[in-house]
């Protein structure tokens, strides 16, 4: 598994240089803003609105699809349901809100790093300090989950060979309690050594 | 234990179950992990492992495991079913259905806490069916139907498609949740919450 890159489109535009915070919270005022919008026309500027940002930023057209694709087949089915149900203006209204908070929102996706946006998340997430979690501990549990998703991967394959060999590829129990004990094992041992290094202190 | 504070601090060996089971149920959702009947049906196993994360970490780590993967997919990384990440995720109709994760983990959890040492197959389905389908659906629907604009009873009768398959992932939970458990005591919440106080007390 050597895709764990996310969808970041390395460049210099006004938007890749916003710190990731401000990203963030245009994020939310451009989704509460696009649900106020009532009327198609209003939100047909959003759209246009939306594709300046994207040309702004110069993402390219297949990278701002793949942001959008995900939705492809449930915009079409919404549109049709509402058409329906709704009427063409409501059809195209709510269609269009979907498919542009989804843009948006890859927009941000595409255009901040993955570790500037883990960074601002965390800072979103400090006031978890006052249950317990300080934030050294959070932005530790992070990078180790991020760490643990190739080793996990890599004890699921070892499952499968180990299924395949044993002739039960089909069976689903043969492979998932193995996977979960082995996780399992994994997770503890890891406890024990960070525990070891002095982290309990 | 030595004071308040301690306690309440999140041991490294909560720490590292929770850090494994939120990447378990990423990898759970990659593509080719896991193919029932060959390549033709794809299933992806990720509310399985919401499942799975309740009923083995006990309410709150658990929910934890699963905000920790959320957090993670906000930053970018592509560990939803079919490669999906990024914030787009969230404005998606089916954002619902994400923030019904955690709750429903931390649901399953509690449940499975109360079944006690050894909870039988049948506690820890009835446990992965209220907190993985009831409490998930729960917050699902109507965040859908408020996106949607259809109205709560359309919605509700849309996502009942996924009940059946659904229904089928919380068996299969309850099955390995209950191999695990045999496997590997320490899996029953019960049993490892009981370990960690004893551990502390030392």
């Known amino acids: 598994m050597n895709g764990l890159t996310g969808a970041y489109v390395p460049g210099s535009s006004v938007l890749h240089r916003l710190p990731a915070g401000v990203k963030l919270a245009g994020l939310a005022l451009a989704c509460t803003a696009l649900v106020l919008l009532r009327t198609p026309l209003a939100l047909a500027a959003a759209a246009v609105v939306a594709a300046a940002l994207y040309a702004l930023a110069r993402v390219g057209v297949a990278a701002a699809w793949a942001q959008i694709r995900p939705v492809r087949w449930f915009a079409v089915a919404l549109f049709v349901m509402q058409l329906i149900f709704a009427g063409l203006d409501g059809a195209i209204s709510t269609t269009l809100r979907v498919v542009l908070a989804v843009a948006l929102a890859g927009l941000v996706t595409l255009t901040t790093r993955t570790g500037a946006m883990m960074a601002a998340l965390e800072r979103c997430l400090s006031p978890a300090r006052f249950v317990g979690l300080d934030p050294f501990r959070l932005s530790l549990l992070l990078s180790l989950t991020v760490r643990s998703v190739p080793v996990v991967a890599g004890l699921a394959a070892r499952v499968r060979e180990a299924q395949r060999a044993r002739g039960v590829e089909r069976s689903l129990r043969a492979f998932a309690v193995p996977l979960v004990v082995s996780s399992l094992r994994h997770a503890d041992a890891l406890g024990e050594a960070l525990s070891a290094r002095g982290l309990d202190d | ?202």
């Not at chain 2, 949607?148 to 509700?156: I, M, N, P, R």
């Not at chain 2, 009981?194 to 030392?202: H, T, V």
């Open chain 2, 1 to 202: 234990m030595k004071d308040e504070g301690k306690q309440r601090r999140l041991a490294t060996q909560t720490l590292a179950r929770v850090a494994v089971f939120a990447a378990l149920i990423g990898v759970l959702g990659l593509p080719g992990t896991l193919n029932v009947f060959g390549n033709v049906v794809p299933i992806t196993l990720q509310t399985l492992g919401v499942m799975l994360a309740g009923a083995i970490l006990g309410s709150w780590r658990g929910a934890l495991a699963v905000v920790v993967l959320l957090v993670l997919v906000a930053a970018g990384l592509p560990l939803l079913a079919g490669g999906r990440g990024g914030l787009g995720v969230f404005a998606a109709p089916s954002a619902g259905f994400l923030a019904g994760w955690v709750f429903g983990a931390a649901a399953t959890g509690w449940l499975v806490e109360r079944a006690g040492r050894d909870p039988s197959a049948v506690r820890l389905f009835a446990a992965c069916v209220v907190g993985g389908i009831g409490v998930v659906y729960l917050f699902g629907i109507p965040v859908q139907s408020m996106i949607t604009g259809l109205s709560l009873g359309k919605t509700a009768l849309l996502s009942a498609g996924f009940l059946p398959g659904d229904l089928i992932k919380a068996v299969l939970a309850a099955v390995v949740v209950r191999g695990t458990q045999r496997a590997y005591p320490d899996a029953v919440p019960a049993v490892h919450q009981e370990r960690m106080r004893a551990a502390r007390g030392r």
